[in-house]
T-cell receptor, first 112, second 114 residues
């Protein structure tokens, strides 16, 4: 089955700098890759997603890139702000599957 | 407001005492699912439901039951809880079962089994 590895597990950056979180997946048939942000005491919330027929997608300060050949995808946050501090999860949806397979999560801390 | 509502938010119980965690969504979503979140393991799917009266096992179904008698409700049942079921549980729903539409999560239920 699908396996998603996420790195790093913790990340601390200065406010205004960029943050990058990387994930690799094992099932080449996976075709949908969402990213979720989880704030303290809340459930994960979708922040951006990318499908297997697209290499890059951007939404304001957030971007996701996908390399199907290498089977990895990354989340890029530019001009980080204190409210970006949270736990971020990548996920993959194997083709035909009815579930998200999540990475282990990255705790991002933005230092003022 | 569109949302997924779980109850209770916190629950402490003892081994073997049956419990139910409720989940309700007001978005008319067909797909609903339960996940558990454990440190270092991310979120793992317990059960899911594609529609009313249609449920199926996820990756970690042992010790859990679900039912889907109505479209909006998807309760999680622990018939005989054990300490290894201590975890943070999330209910989620999605418009479509193919999961290429966003998955909406509730705010979680933190369960402690002693």
């Amino acid at each position: 089955g699908e396996n998603v590895e996420q790195h790093p597990s913790t990340l601390s950056v200065q406010e205004g700098d960029s943050a990058v979180i990387k994930c690799t997946y094992s099932d080449s048939a996976s075709n949908y890759f969402p990213w979720y942000k989880q704030e303290l005491g809340k459930g994960p919330q979708l922040i951006i997603d990318i499908r297997s027929n697209v290499g890059e997608k951007k939404d304001q300060r957030i971007a996701v890139t996908l390399n199907k050949t290498a089977k990895h995808f990354s989340l890029h946050i530019t001009e980080t702000q204190p409210e970006d501090s949270a736990v971020y999860f990548c996920a993959a949806v194997p083709q035909g599957a009815q579930k998200l397979v999540f990475g282990q999560g990255t705790r991002l801390t933005i230092n003022p | 407001e569109a949302q997924v509502t779980q109850n209770p938010r916190y629950l402490i119980t003892v081994t073997g005492k049956k419990l139910t965690v409720t989940c309700s969504q007001n978005m008319n979503h067909e797909y609903m699912s339960w996940y558990r979140q454990d440190p270092g393991l991310g979120l793992r799917q317990i059960y899911y439901s594609m529609n009313v009266e249609v449920t199926d096992k996820g990756d970690v179904p042992e010790g859990y039951k679900v039912s889907r008698k109505e479209k909006r409700n998807f309760p999680l049942i622990l018939e005989s809880p054990s300490p290894n079921q201590t975890s943070l549980y999330f209910c989620a729903s999605s418009l479509a079962g193919q999961l290429n539409s966003p998955l909406h999560f509730g705010n979680g239920t933190r369960l402690t089994v002693t």
